[in-house]
């Protein structure tokens, strides 16, 4: 039987499953490599050892999700349509949430965040200024809201999008 060869790609997309649905105690040569029908050998060919695998997943995420942030920046429309778009984006990312309890007891991983988190802050400011609103701490309070609306009503999108949008309502309503 011909099986095909596994690249990085294939195990940094196994880790990001891995960690979504399991936590980042999932994030092991071995559970990964029986996620993927295969041998650890496999898992060693593609990455020196687990901290760098680790290293390797927490970059392609953090690289990933400022590259989206740099094509949000590049975007035209309104301030309040990049704004709900901004929002929308974020809460469809479902590793997010579990990049951030990683976080917690990984500090590379909260590095990594922190690195995204003031992109983003910086981003949600000019956005916010661009509607009136120059007082930093509605950047951070929509940042908050963003990371927050998942950890309340997990299974809940529509919810996490109608509670955002009530936000970006009542911002709007202020400028």
């Known amino acids: ?8 790609d294939h195990w940094l ?7 979504q649905r399991l936590g980042p105690q999932s994030l092991a040569a071995e559970p990964l490599a029986r996620q993927l029908g295969t041998t650890k050998g496999s898992f060693y060919w593609h990455f020196k050892d687990v901290p760098a695998f680790h290293t390797a997943l927490i970059m392609s995420w953090r690289d990933a999700t400022i590259t989206h942030m740099v ?13 709900r ?22 500090r590379d991983v909260a590095k990594a965040l922190r690195d995204v988190d003031a992109q983003r802050l910086t981003y949600l400011a ?9 007082n930093a701490d509605f950047a951070h309070a929509v940042l908050a809201t963003l990371v927050g609306l998942p950890q ?5 999108r529509a919810q996490q999008s109608a509670a955002f949008n ?3 309502d009542t911002v ?3 400028s």
């Open 71 to 83: 094509t949000q920046l590049e975007q035209s429309g309104s301030a309040d349509q990049r704004l």
């Open 13 to 19: 997309t196994a880790g990001f499953d891995a960690l």
């Open 152 to 156: 309340i009503s997990a299974d809940n």
């Open 126 to 134: 000019t956005l916010l200024r661009q509607l009136g609103l120059s």
């Open 1 to 8: 039987m011909n099986t095909p060869r596994l690249t990085p």
């Open 166 to 168: 009530t936000l970006v």
């Open 85 to 106: 778009s901004f929002g929308a984006q974020l809460l469809d990312d479902p590793i997010e949430p579990s990049f951030r309890v990683w976080a917690q007891t990984n």
């Open 172 to 174: 709007l309503a202020l």
